[in-house]
């Protein structure tokens, strides 16, 4: 019996002009199940689309887009149009003043920064993040893309959200969030040869996830009750509209 082949979870869809795109599809739920394929998808800005990319991206489907950029950003780097998507959502998370933090700020004093930031967004962006869960919920969006500039702080702590709220361990969770530094490693030099006192601003380190996870689980009574009543997922929605059985 001939199988489809798919790419590994969280593997890297190649376009040109877009960062750290990836389907979240494929990763293995801890109750035997996985998520589906082609419904969910996370990456950085939209601005520099090709034609290529912006043709893979409707090939693709998607259809709804997601962009918790603020308002500086979008203006900056707007997203470039993809025919199929007839609806985007903006759920802007403002990163406040914490660049102007680190203009003097040595190497580990930016780590301590980025630590603090993660641990404020668990509570300063419960709105955006509870609208996000409402909006994946209701169904008749997907396929769906969210993204913010570089996809992996806002975005990483979203998907992070999305994993473990679908019932994927937070192991994968972690390779998942991971895998940004990887995929812009290229990206991530370039920025850090500009501007090398904002290394710790732009590169990806467990400990910034972990710092996250220590809030909601010190605050908020862990992930599971941090996402049922803080942002308020109807979690067994989520499950049957996200996920199936292996070898379907």
């Known amino acids: 019996m001939n199988r489809e082949h798919h790419p590994e979870p969280g593997s890297l869809l190649p376009l040109q002009g877009v960062h750290n795109l990836r389907d979240l599809g494929g990763y293995a739920t801890q109750d035997g199940r996985r998520l589906r394929r082609g419904q969910l998808y ?3 800005d939209l601005h520099h689309l090709s034609p290529q990319d912006q043709a893979a991206l409707e090939t693709r489907g998607i259809k709804t887009i997601v962009d918790f950029r603020g308002e500086k950003e979008k203006q900056e780097a707007p997203d470039r149009a993809v ?8 759920l802007p998370i403002e990163a406040g003043n914490i660049l102007e933090l680190f203009a003097t700020g040595a190497e580990v004093q930016g780590e301590v920064l980025m630590r603090e930031l993660y641990s404020r967004m668990v509570e300063s962006a419960r709105p955006q993040y509870r609208t996000f869960f409402t909006i994946l919920a ?21 998907a992070a959200f999305i994993l473990s709220a679908l019932g994927v361990d937070r192991d994968r969770v972690y ?14 030099r370039q920025w850090i040869a500009a501007e090398p006192h904002l290394e710790a601003v732009m590169t990806i380190r467990r400990e910034y996830l972990e710092a996250a996870f220590t809030r909601i689980d010190t605050d908020f009574g862990g ?5 049922t009543e803080e942002l308020k997922a109807d979690v067994a929605r989520l499950r049957s509209c996200y996920t199936e059985a292996v070898g379907v």
């Open 175 to 188: 390779q998942d969030y991971l895998l940004s530094a990887e995929y812009l490693k290229p990206v991530i």
């Open 42 to 44: 996370r990456s950085g």
């Open 138 to 158: 209701e169904g008749g969006h997907t396929p769906l893309l969210f993204h913010c500039s570089a996809g992996k702080d806002r975005t990483g702590l979203a």
């Open 83 to 90: 025919g199929t998507v007839d609806t985007t959502i903006e």
């Open 223 to 227: 992930i599971e009750r941090y996402i």
